[in-house]
């Protein structure tokens, strides 16, 4: 018994001086378990996303428009965009005809306009418009639940309250309250329920929607369902702004994260490589034929763009073969921006071999940035879900401008000018982290 016990605690003796093993059991998971929980809003009085950008058209001059633009603003899921100049509130008004190329510019994606017949003359109604680029599924969900649920709450009320006061001021009290009886005896003739209760209603500034005492009635005389009340009350124009001609959807915007996580993996397998190559005196014999340091260095990063563009158009193809992924057209600029992404993930896999000691230690630092820069970066889930101050460390990860290249080709079908700002974003990346690598190799012992 003695000596199993002084195993068990030599076990844990190696553990303790092996860093690697550490970071994998608890830095990597202590770092996830916090960010998902900032992302979910454990323990935060508001759950859900924030800081979402949503522009915000008012062509109306009618009171309940503005006071929808205030619940949208109130809303802590958005940051409404109302100016011409986001951050300058004294700026123009944000104009319809600017929405497109706003939005092709990723200032925001998504847009509300409410036009001058907002409040409609034909019938007991409202008619708004949405424009969106919906580049990921569970962002353009949250935000359309979120803005609809905006609307139904705030609008139907004052809708009711403006359209009673309008009543009010052409007719006059006597008047409207025949007014009133009229409309609520069509109503009840149309959907069903107490006259009476929809009249009382009426005078008190709303019609009952999402919270009616009456229900319509559908040809075998149960109660219809409640979105067949709103499609007649409310007319919301969607316009999907870009990728409406995109085959499948999904695929198109899901494959870059997922190539960009295998890429960054193999690019860390390939830096481990480094400790074997100078193990077995591979290093020592180029040296001593004449070749400098600096021509391996570079020699490996030419290796790995050369590797990471295989990879990536390898893997867009095989998403072309299993789901449709269109490619053909965009084929140029796709080869462009996967040289550039995978000039980072080289430029990444040389920093941890220049700072790591070990292949273990190596693969131990690149699985925990692989996974925080994948979860930060929007490989896993929308960055609009995070925290507003952790979406400003999002910008700063190559997974992130990488994504952003892969779904500006295959999803908005961007043209050259287009990419140069994110092809210049990742030009910095990796010039600073391969200047950084190449300063920790040349201070290191790999060729010693």
């Not at 008004?93 to 907002?118: G, K, S």
Request: hydrophobic content about 50%.
């Amino acid at each position: 018994m003695n000596s199993i016990l002084v195993l068990v605690k030599k076990d844990f003796a190696i553990v303790r001086h092996n860093r690697t093993v550490l970071v994998i059991s608890f830095v990597i998971p202590f770092m996830l378990i916090y960010l998902f929980g900032q992302i979910f809003g454990v323990n935060q009085k508001d759950h859900g996303p924030s800081g979402i950008p949503i522009g915000v058209v008012n062509q109306s001059t009618d009171p309940a428009a503005q006071t929808l633009v205030d619940a949208l603003r109130a809303e802590p899921a958005f940051r409404v965009v109302a100016t011409a100049k986001p951050d300058d509130a004294k700026s123009a008004p944000l104009r319809e005809e600017d929405l497109n190329a706003r939005i092709r510019a990723n200032e925001f994606r998504f847009a509300l306009v409410i036009p001058a017949d907002v409040v409609r003359t034909d019938k007991i109604g409202l008619h708004l418009k949405i424009y969106s680029n919906p580049r990921n599924e569970i962002e353009t969900q949250l935000v359309n639940g979120i803005l609809e649920k905006t609307i139904f709450s705030n609008v139907p009320e004052l809708l009711g309250a403006s359209l009673e006061a309008r009543a009010r001021s052409f007719l006059g009290d006597p008047s409207l309250d025949r007014f009133d009886s009229d409309i609520a005896d069509s109503v009840a003739r149309a959907f069903g329920g107490d006259p009476a209760e929809i009249k009382r209603r009426m005078q008190d500034g709303h019609f009952g929607i999402g919270r009616a005492a009456w229900r319509p009635k559908d040809d075998g005389g149960a109660p219809a369902k409640m979105d067949d009340i709103l499609d007649k009350v409310f007319r919301i124009d969607k316009v999907q702004v870009v990728g409406a001609d995109v085959r499948s959807p999904q695929a198109t915007l899901l494959v870059g994260g997922w190539a960009m996580q295998f890429l960054l993996f193999a690019v860390a397998g390939s830096a481990a490589g480094l400790f074997r190559e100078r193990d077995q005196g591979l290093f020592q014999r180029l040296l001593s034929s004449g070749v400098r340091r600096s021509d391996i260095l570079w020699s490996k990063f030419i290796y790995g763009i050369c590797f990471g563009l295989v990879q990536l158009i390898v893997l867009f193809f095989a998403g072309h073969v299993m789901y449709g992924i269109e490619i053909g057209a965009q084929l140029p600029h796709l080869i462009l921006v996967a040289v550039f992404a995978a000039a980072a993930c080289t430029a990444f896999g040389m920093l941890i071999a220049s700072v790591a000691k070990s292949p273990e230690a190596a693969q131990g630092l690149s699985t925990f940035i692989i996974l925080l820069m994948s979860a930060i970066g929007g490989a896993w889930f929308p960055v609009s879900l995070m925290p507003v101050f952790m979406q400003q460390f999002s910008k700063l990860t190559l997974v992130y401008w990488a994504m952003e290249g892969f779904s500006q080709v295959l999803w908005s079908h961007a043209t050259l000018g287009e990419l140069l700002p994110t092809l210049g974003w990742l030009t910095l990346i990796t010039g600073l982290v391969l200047a950084v690598a190449m300063w920790r190799f040349r201070r290191g012992r790999i060729f010693e």
